[in-house]
């Protein structure tokens, strides 16, 4: 079992007293009816097994103060929408609870086996006593409003950085920086992409399956999107059905093993996850964006590549692990708006706008705004993106369109989630990700120490909801906000 650094371990300890010891959870833990004092010591109870493992899932954000709820960004956005009607009120809290229970769910299976309940009868009872506790507060005024206040997500950037001097001196070269390499990659960008001596080019397309037309699609949106968020869920299987139709082709220059995407496994007496090349697999998971108060649906797919090799002696940027993480975000028509893509570090932030999605201007200041290098053409039914990926980079170097799956090598479209909770030679289960969010054993920090952008650990893989994306200013890949401040979007 992998055990989380001592001081991983003791935050975790830290955070977990502080939200169960926080009003008003204090005054479930000292009730005086029995049902209520015994589900608030099963949340305290579980919290504290979870801390002292170092099995806390960082994907989303405990409330303090209702330790039987997490909350998104997305979430977090929707609070005045949430307040403003008590249907709505109601459906925030339980998207909120169901957040956590998925959460703990990974963290009780993650458990050392001897601290590890039975997983049925325990999320039975996690589910069961977070819907009493949830009644109970939202039956009083001021639980509510300590909810709605506290439902917040902060980013990932270390705010002491950058007030630090050496932020502010060295702030505008380093924008300056980020400037030549959007440069040098729009010039790339305008060429040819030519293959590397000794490269192989490998076209990846995702397994054939049951067409999903863009009217089946409408349907899907409108459907699931009838709850006071107005928030798209799609189901299960509707998630499966919409992702094989939205998964893009990977056109890959294949040099080395540092190359072959695949599959994170745990090996034997590894302290982080490893690359299974031999098992194609792609991660996907729905994900929402808001758009003058409506929620778009989104589907986000990440590959994972055993390593970032060195370009040359002293390449700060070279790794292990390495990734891509793409996403497209749909309008109510089904019709993709917009593409994006970061590695899972979140650096290298670029959008792909189709006609639909008309830039805004930025505003003032030296943050980042939009990274452009090419646009797309409205994508058809049954069209799907082309991404041409450099080796060892990792980087994208051209994206086009294509008909159907037009490749004989498959790979497989897996759900994220099962990155959450893998299992290990020993029989035992580890997340991919620490309680900080990041992939352990990933990191460039020590020689990105002193990187002006204040980003935590700085280079390193991290998980989903854990990625901030700006250099210069403050940016997380799943901000609420993030297109509509960017974009017009047409949604006829």
């Known amino acids: ?189 305008r060429r040819e992409p030519v293959l590397p001596e000794g490269a192989s080019l490998v076209r990846y397309a995702p397994e054939p399956g049951w067409p999903t037309p863009r009217s089946r699609v409408v349907a899907i949106l409108e459907t699931s999107a009838m709850n006071p968020l107005g928030v798209p869920e799609p189901t299960e299987s509707d998630v499966k059905a919409l992702l094989a139709a939205y998964a893009p082709t990977f056109e890959v220059e294949v040099k080395g093993d540092y190359d072959r995407f695949g599959a994170l496994r745990w090996l034997r007496d590894m302290d982080m996850p490893t690359v299974e090349g031999a098992d194609l697999a792609v991660y996907g998971h729905p994900a929402w964006t808001r758009y003058e108060g409506k929620v778009l649906l989104q589907l986000v797919y990440t590959l994972w590549f055993p390593e970032r090799p060195p370009q040359s002696e002293g390449d700060i940027l070279a790794g292990k692990l390495d990734g891509i993480t793409w996403r497209v975000t749909l309008a109510p028509d089904g019709e993709p708006l917009v593409y994006d893509t970061i590695h899972p570090c979140g650096c290298y932030h670029m959008f792909f ?57 498959r790979y497989a479209l897996r759900p994220y989630g099962e990155l959450r909770s893998l299992p290990r030679p020993d029989g035992t289960r580890s997340s991919a990700f620490g309680p900080d969010g990041l992939v352990p054993g990933t990191e460039r920090a020590e020689r990105l120490t002193f990187w002006p952008m204040g980003i935590v650990s700085a280079g390193q893989m991290r998980q989903w909801g854990r990625q901030a994306t700006a250099f210069v200013g403050r940016r997380q890949f799943d901000d609420a906000d993030l297109f509509e401040q960017r974009f017009k979007f047409d949604l006829k």
Request: charged fraction near 25%; include cysteine.
């Open 1 to 189: 079992m992998r055990l989380a650094p001592l001081a991983a371990i003791m935050f975790a300890a830290v955070a977990s007293g502080c939200a169960t010891l926080e009003a008003p959870f204090r005054a479930h833990l000292e009730s005086g009816a029995p049902q209520e004092r015994e589900c608030a010591e099963w949340y305290r109870t579980l919290d504290e097994r979870v801390a002292a493992a170092g099995t806390r899932d960082a994907q989303d954000t405990r409330v303090e103060g209702f330790p039987y709820l997490r909350v998104s960004r997305l979430l977090a956005a929707l609070r005045p929408v949430a307040a403003s009607d008590e249907y709505a009120m109601q459906e925030f809290a339980d998207s909120l609870l169901a957040l956590d229970l998925q959460a703990r769910r990974y963290e009780l299976m993650n458990l050392p086996p001897e601290q590890m309940p039975e997983l049925r009868s325990a999320l039975q009872r996690t589910q069961d006593c977070g819907k009493l506790l949830r009644e109970i507060d939202l039956a009083k005024p001021e639980s509510r409003q300590a909810l709605l206040q506290r439902a917040e997500v902060a980013d990932d950037y270390r705010t002491l950085d950058r007030i630090a001097g050496l932020y502010w001196i060295t702030r505008i070269p380093f924008a300056a920086g980020v400037q030549r390499y959007e440069a040098k990659t729009l010039a790339a960008f």
């Open 353 to 409: 706008p189709t006609p639909r999605a008309a830039a805004k201007p930025p505003p003032g200041g030296l943050g980042e705004w939009i990274f452009s290098p090419q646009s797309l053409p409205r994508i058809a039914d049954g069209e799907r993106p082309v991404l041409r990926i450099a080796s060892g980079t990792h980087y994208i170097e051209r994206v086009s369109v294509t008909r159907g799956t037009d490749s004989v090598v």
